[in-house]
């Protein structure tokens, strides 16, 4: 099992300002995830966070809006560059255990983000 | 590529009635099949699982078979729980495979 902090929590934000969400995860890790979860619509995988390199972005996803960082196998960022209402969302950290079962993610509760 | 497909909600429910959750998949290949869970004010968690076709993954209570022919894994529960009031996110994938979620179905039982 496995505890995975996420902060903030949920954020009003100034469309055109940028926003760092934080992950920690308690356990130790092999991988680690950003997803979005927009209203209505299923979790989309943004990128894996890699430690110590550029992330791996999905189709749809660039660096330079969504800037991830992983600089230690349990801590990892993911930053919300130039905001705009469409990007209002959930932002959910999720990172799979050294030693769990194959397709087991854990996940933290999740970042709401509000762009006015 | 892959999709998941599940039932829109809300899906309201009296306790201890019998709970069908639909999921239907494509995919390449055979990918192993899931059941996520999320309770108020908390994070994703791993309900059951199946990796194969006919397995049978079971928690809690909650049952879903793996149907390769139907490409279907939907989620059961013969007596639902105040306690079960959560959103259900069925999904495909695993080991190097990308998980792929469905839009997720709440799940509502009234006492």
Known sequence: SAVISQK???????????????????????????????????????ATANQGSEA??????????????RPNLTFSTLTV???????????????????GQAGELFFGEGSRLTVL | GNSVTQME??????EEAFLTI??????TGYPSLFWYV??????????????????KGSNKGFEATYRKETTS???????VQVSDSAVYFCASGGGFQKLVF????????SP
């Open chain 2, 22 to 27: 639909n999921c239907t998949y494509t995919a």
């Open chain 1, 81 to 99: 560059s130039n905001m705009s209402p469409e990007d209002s969302s959930i932002y959910l950290c999720s990172a799979r255990l050294a030693g």
């Open chain 1, 8 to 46: 903030p929590s949920r954020d009003i934000c100034q469309r055109g300002t940028s926003l760092t969400i934080q992950c920690q995860v308690d356990s130790q890790v092999t991988m680690m995830f950003w997803y979005r979860q927009q209203p209505g619509q299923s979790l989309t995988l943004i």
């Open chain 2, 73 to 79: 894994f939907h989620l059961e529960k013969g007596s």
């Open chain 1, 56 to 69: 791996t972005y999905e189709s749809g996803f660039v660096i330079d809006k969504f800037p991830i960082s």
């Open chain 2, 38 to 55: 999320q309770y108020p004010g908390e994070g994703l968690q791993l309900l059951l699982k199946a990796t194969k076709a006919d397995d």
């Open chain 2, 9 to 14: 909600g809300p899906v309201t429910l009296s």
């Open chain 2, 102 to 109: 469905g839009t997720g179905t709440r799940l509502l039982v």
